[in-house]
């Protein structure tokens, strides 16, 4: 299932993500691989995880990039039961396409049962320019068991292609007024739906499989028990009603 959760600074956007992680890899016993500019995913003070493995891109250049192997990384870190982060802030965004182009194709073919989340992923899944083997294994994660979470500040960084399959959103009031209208378009939301009243970390929830959205709150997510999970994905119209 993909999913996208969009945000301004400070919204709360990234302790949901990792609150639904937490859940989801529990409930699913999957790995969760996370591309990042910061390490708020290794805090674990702050939500984040403790088993994780940290790999620092300030070593990776282009030139030594064909030399990196993502089986060889999530191998290892799965042998420890370890989630892995790969923190990208010294890569520009053609490096990083790069680097999704050689990696894409092997976490495609080579990985099921897995997480793979995209923090700040204006950078990462640009609105024009994204990866194409990228946006193949978007298209074809469904059928591998793979999970793909985009957290973006903006619906207007978001990449056309990758909203359309996506299959849940969490989107956080935006700062502009005009954002709002965006993201009503962006993903075909009824007018009932007001981000205008929106309270701090207060999102709406929506299953884009059925068009139907809800309020949820962030610390919510934090209090649902692991088997509440499903309620979240499925059945979040019946328990948060706008």
């Known amino acids: 299932m993909n999913t996208v959760v969009i945000g301004p600074t400070q919204s709360g956007k990234t302790y949901l993500t990792k609150r639904l992680l937490h859940l989801m890899s529990k409930e699913e016993e999957k790995q969760i691989l996370i591309f ?8 674990a003070e702050d939500g984040g995880f403790e088993n994780i493995e940290i790999y620092d891109t300030n070593v990776i250049t282009r030139e030594n990039i064909p030399r990196l192997s993502i089986v060889k990384i999530m191998q290892k870190a799965l042998s420890n039961r370890d989630h892995v982060l790969i923190n990208v802030a010294s890569l520009s965004v053609s490096e990083i ?6 990696w894409a194709p092997r976490i495609n073919r080579d990985f099921q049962n897995l997480i793979v989340v995209f923090e ?5 899944v640009p609105r024009y ?16 068991g793979i999970d ?5 500040q903006s619906v207007v960084d978001t990449d056309i292609q990758l909203r359309r399959q ?32 929106l309270r701090l970390h207060e999102c709406i929830a929506g299953s884009l499989f059925n068009n139907q959205f809800g309020i949820v709150r962030s610390d919510q997510i934090r209090d649902l028990t692991v088997d509440e999970i499903q309620s979240v994905y499925e059945r979040v119209p019946e328990i ?3």
Do not use: W
């Open 129 to 144: 320019g994204a990866s194409k083997e990228l946006q193949n294994l978007v298209r074809n994660s469904a059928k591998k």
């Open 120 to 124: 700040e992923a204006f950078k990462l």
């Open 36 to 43: 990042d500019q910061q390490l708020s995913y290794a805090v």
């Open 148 to 152: 793909m979470v985009f957290v973006y």
């Open 240 to 242: 948060y009603k706008v």
């Open 97 to 102: 396409r790069v680097l999704f182009d050689l």
């Open 166 to 197: 996506s299959h849940f959103a969490f989107l956080f009031k935006p700062t502009r007024n005009e954002d709002m209208e965006v993201m009503r378009r962006s993903f075909n939301m009824p007018d009932t739906v007001d981000f205008k009243n």
